[in-house]
């Protein structure tokens, strides 16, 4: 989260239960190293104090956006500088957690900000009706980076409203109504999502989840098979490992036969719409699968009449290191991709955006005519392709 390279006493108080010994002496000592020098000199505050910032948030916004869970005492953030955020008491902070991994090239990055103004004043908003350049020149850089057949782009809101629509269209490419998630895999909220998302704290006591299965999570360190070799990852687990070498994985092959008893017995005569994935699960505890799970779970849905999609909101744009989407560290291609460029899409700030690449969006005929096989005709957005957000994505 953001820190100022020490951590508050309240957090070792909260949490201190689950550390280890030598894990609480370090976060309880005062002798932490200072932070960088920075040349960068925020505003200073004028807007309303912490108090009245408090009393305004209990009344008017819903608890969940409170945040007196994180902190007995709530920070107040006022102003960002690439890496660096000042509170209402300009106390300087390293942000570690880029507001939940959406802030890929810092605040405020000059960059990002020039082409923002720049577009301010030309044009604010219009719609998918007229043509813009800033949205297809945008689309047209961003295929670029995407692998295969992945090049086709619909526009929209949100990570959640990428994966409603890959719900919906999978569904309907198909035929077939049933659809696979993983225990412990995030998707979102709304009410067709709260069953695909398998974790207890997003759940209500509401009807959802029609049409959903989950299999087994395939966590090398907290499930059921899995050890210290059984990781796409350099970071292992320090679990024992039945696997007989590094080169062959006993986890993954348990955790596919689970996939495949799901289709067997869940699934009518054996069909599936799809599969929702993440590449390296986030909300879930940032679990990696055992190695070659999802190449095998990927043919298994295939040979089942099922579509792979992968949602990289968490893991696109290079947020995992050396693949510029998660997918890719697992040597597959899904059929659908979603990726959130939160302002301005998880690319680079905070205007909310989400996108839905297809491989099958469209195909074409020997003749040259083009069919539509995914997006009925009437999907249309009033936000999605906002003029600013796509010059700001460009510019990068």
Known sequence: MISTLRLATSGVAKFGASLTP????????TSLPELPPCDFKPDQYAGPSMEESV??????LFPSTHGFAYYKQPLMIHQGHMQWMWDSTGKRYLDLFGGIVTVSVGHCHPKVVAAAEAQMRKLWHTTVIYRYPTLDQYVEKLTKKMPGDLKVVYMVNSGSEANDLAMLLARLHTGCYDII????GYH??????MGLTALSTWHYNLPSGFGIHQTVNPDPYRGVWGGKHCRDSPCQSNRSCDCASANSCTASDQYVDQLEDVLRFCCPKGRVGGMFVESIQGVGGTIQFPRTFLQRAFKTIRQHGGVCISDEVQTGFGRTGEHFWGFEGHGVVPDIGLFCLFCFTKLTIALPHGVYISAKFCDHSDDGKRH??????GCCGHHSGNCQEFVCGYSL
Not at 372 to 377: A, C, S
């Open 55 to 60: 009393r305004l948030r209990s009344q008017h």
């Open 181 to 184: 998630g993983l225990r412990s």
């Open 372 to 377: 539509r096989q995914w997006i009925p005709d």
């Open 22 to 29: 030598t894990a609480t002496r370090c976060l309880s000592t």
């Open 188 to 193: 979102g909220t709304s009410p067709n999502l």
